[in-house]
């Protein structure tokens, strides 16, 4: 089946450094991919529809100066987390679905982001 | 704006079916119901979905109501592996997913 592949699985950064998190859509094409956050014990929160091509497609309040949202190919597409503070501390999952193929949208195994 | 309601959590013993309820009283004609499933600090995991009538797979069963505003997610025999938190979700085919807060599922040994 459909595989998403995220990395990396965690990271740890300092207050003020930027994190690149990649998404990869290993065994298809993908025009559209989305990115999550997830905090501890809440739903995952959709932060942006990633279009291949163009530029994402950013949620009501979510800033897209800070998280920056790249789709240079079918297959990846990645999200900068801009000055990272310990308030962006979070689980980031990626999704992804070979448009026109099916039902259902795959998602990566996410990753873990604290920020000290 | 949730489109579904579902229980905040629920029990299943080990071994038994797991019935997982949802409501979604203002579905639209063409939006389809699909279930999800995110165990603990995973990425969700797509279960099943359907239209109009009763589907199944290897994960699971989906009951849809005639009228469409509810359905059931059926594990016929759960494992201690299907704790998880379950979330339903009515979408147009090739629309974003926005997530509830779903059905947090306790299998008990």
């Known amino acids: 089946g459909a595989v998403v592949s995220q990395h990396p699985s965690w990271v740890i950064c300092k207050s003020g450094t930027s994190v690149k998190i990649e998404c990869r859509s290993l065994?298809?094409?993908?025009?559209?991919m989305f990115w999550y956050r997830q905090f501890p014990k809440q739903s995952l929160m959709l932060m942006a529809t990633?279009?291949?091509?163009?530029?994402?497609?950013?949620e009501q309040g979510v800033e897209k100066d800070k998280f920056l949202i790249n789709h240079a190919s079918l297959t990846l597409s990645t999200l900068t987390v801009t000055s990272a503070h310990p308030e962006d501390s979070s689980f980031y999952i990626c999704s992804a679905r070979e448009l026109g193929q099916g039902h259902g949208y795959t998602f990566g195994s996410g990753t873990r982001l604290t920020v000290v | 704006d949730a489109k579904t309601t579902q229980p905040t959590s629920m029990d299943c013993a080990e071994g038994r079916a797991a019935n997982l309820p949802c409501n979604h009283s203002?579905?639209?004609?063409?939006?389809?119901v699909y279930w999800y499933r995110q165990i603990h600090s995973q990425g969700p995991q797509y279960i099943i979905h359907g239209l109009k009538n009763n589907e199944t797979n290897e994960m699971a069963s989906l009951i849809i109501t005639e009228d469409r505003k509810s359905s059931t997610l059926i594990l016929p025999h759960a494992t201690l592996r299907d704790t998880a938190v379950y979330y339903c979700i009515v979408s147009y085919r090739d629309d974003k997913i926005i997530f509830g807060k779903g059905t947090r599922l306790h299998i008990l040994p």
């Open positions: 065994d298809f094409q993908a025009t559209t």
């Open positions: 990633s279009n291949e091509g163009s530029k994402a497609t950013y």
């Open positions: 203002t579905i639209s004609g063409n939006e389809y």
